[in-house]
């Protein structure tokens, strides 16, 4: 989280996930167009389990430089119009240059930048001056939480399995440019890189709406703004959880449609892929906190670690059940069994 990054503009981000796959012996490679793939292919037989995630995070383009302390810049991704407001202070990138946001230019969300002072170097995008990273209450807060802390899940996931020496098949999706469209993950899933008949579970984190509450737990996500998952694999992670809770009682999980947002999923269930999310509850969604003020994002700590605990038991689960046959098939059979006994007419 303290790398800061944009659409496009994920280099920073991305070397540190990197040097993490390095650090623990994780096998990682990047495609054609910059996503990071990381692979724990210790049973490579079974069916994928691919866990999709993006570097990306709402913020400026650099389209030309006006003057030698001013810039136009074009805002890529999903921020109100309201929150645009002159004066509201900038990071320009590389070099961290503070700047302001001047005025608006057109109509396509394009603004002056104004720097203090000379950069060393042009530069290409820039964010919000916000605090990067902090833990305050049990909370983590920072500029970009969307989707770095489903980036950081995903490395979790795949360091514990490696340490618990599992048997599974995962591949991490790392991707670029979400915020605009989800055009990395789109590419992921129009290439043949991921076996058709992998299962897809998307991690966002996700503007909190009721019935949800952050700090209560994961949340198995059965659709966002532009669709509903597939059922199967709900009901899986349902199971997945509902199992874990039985075990620890403090285990916290939630299921809502998370309507605020369109995650990757929907890209990957509209390239065939059967497909699942789980999130977590997010404060100040894309940096918009109240009475229209930017403002740095945060997350329950123990949402997150929840998700983390719960992709670990699906991973292994899934290795089992690769069909997501679970408990409700075979509870259907029994009452139909038990249907047809007691509601044929009794012969006279």
């Not at 320009?92 to 394009?110: D, E, N, T």
């Not at 209450?137 to 360091?159: K, S, Y």
Request: with cysteine; aromatic share 6%; proline share 5%.
């Amino acid at each position: 989280m303290r790398c800061p990054a944009a659409p496009y503009h994920e280099a920073a981000v991305r070397a540190e996930v990197e040097k993490i796959c390095a650090e623990e012996g994780l096998g990682f490679k990047r495609d054609t167009f910059g996503n990071v793939l990381v692979r724990l292919q210790t049973a490579p037989k079974q069916r994928a389990f691919v866990l999709a995630a993006h570097l990306d995070h709402p913020a400026f383009e650099i389209v030309r430089p006006l003057s030698k302390q001013r810039w136009l810049a074009q805002f890529l991704g999903g921020v109100p119009d309201n929150y645009f407001k002159k004066g509201v202070p900038i990071r320009l990138m590389p070099g961290a240059v503070p700047a302001r946001l001047g005025r608006r230019i057109g109509g396509k969300k394009q603004f002056e930048l104004h720097a203090r002072q000379t950069p060393g170097v042009p530069p290409e995008f820039a964010v919000w001056e916000l605090e990067d990273f902090a833990v305050r209450q049990n909370q983590i807060h920072g500029r970009a939480c969307d989707d770095l802390g489903g980036v950081a899940a995903i490395l979790a996931v795949l360091v514990d399995l490696k340490r618990q020496r599992a048997r599974v098949n995962v591949i991490g999706v790392i991707s670029r440019a979400e915020e605009v469209g989800f055009q990395g993950a789109l590419a992921v899933a129009a290439s043949r890189q991921l076996p058709k008949n992998s299962l897809v579970v998307s991690l966002e984190t996700s503007r909190e709406l009721p019935p949800v509450k952050m700090g209560q737990g994961v949340i198995i996500r059965v659709g966002d703004r532009a669709s509903i998952f597939d059922s199967a694999a709900t009901r899986f992670l349902t199971e997945v959880a509902t199992d874990l809770q039985q075990r620890r009682k403090t285990f916290q999980f939630q299921r809502a449609l998370m309507s605020g947002g369109t995650c990757e999923a929907t890209a990957y269930q509209e390239f065939g892929f059967q497909t699942g999310a789980v999130c977590v509850a997010l404060g100040n969604y894309h940096n918009c906190g109240e009475r229209n003020q930017i403002a740095a994002e945060y997350i329950a700590v123990e949402d997150g670690s929840g998700m983390v605990e719960l992709l670990v038991a699906a991973a292994r689960k899934l290795a089992v059940y690769p069909k997501l046959t679970g408990r409700l098939p075979k509870r259907l059979q029994k009452l139909l069994r038990e249907g047809r006994k007691k509601l044929r007419p009794k012969s006279r």
